[in-house]
């Protein structure tokens, strides 16, 4: 399980960076404003939760159920707020037409994000 946890908040990691650099120098002139201020929050909370996951290996060896639960959460996280938030900034510019349905996907990210902490804070109150 710490193996998989590292494994992944590194690739989460990686790909904040990516994605920043990304947004900071390739979508820089084509996006407005307010889109790529969009992109730098899918970016900003994906780093957030990279660096939650990451601290989520320090628990991994007790085996805990609701630190397994907290990994998902944010992994699934990161993958809806985040990943809604960059379909919602480019859409206009890719003509992406599925991601003007995307837009109810961002809360239920945040809903996941919430619910990671809460195993976290549960598993710590737990923890001997």
């Known amino acids: 399980m710490n193996k998989k946890i590292i ?4 690739f989460f990691g ?3 960076v990516i994605l920043g650099a990304f947004g900071a120098h390739g979508l820089k002139n ?3 404003p307010d889109q790529l201020s969009i992109w730098q929050k899918g970016v900003e ?3 957030y939760h990279t660096f939650a996951i990451l601290y989520l290996s320090t628990f991994a060896r007790y085996k805990n159920k609701l630190i397994s639960l907290s990994f998902l959460f ?3 996280g990161i993958i809806l707020f985040s990943g809604s938030l960059y379909l919602l900034a480019v859409k206009d510019v890719y003509q992406i037409s599925f991601a003007k349905y995307v837009g109810p996907v961002t809360p239920i990210g945040g809903v996941f994000f919430v619910m990671g902490w809460i195993g976290l804070f549960l598993a710590a ?3 001997k």
């Open 7 to 10: 494994l992944t908040a590194s």
């Open 14 to 16: 990686a790909l904040a």
């Open 30 to 32: 084509i996006l407005a």
């Open 45 to 47: 909370y994906q780093f």
């Open 74 to 76: 944010f992994s699934l």
């Open 125 to 127: 109150l737990r923890d």
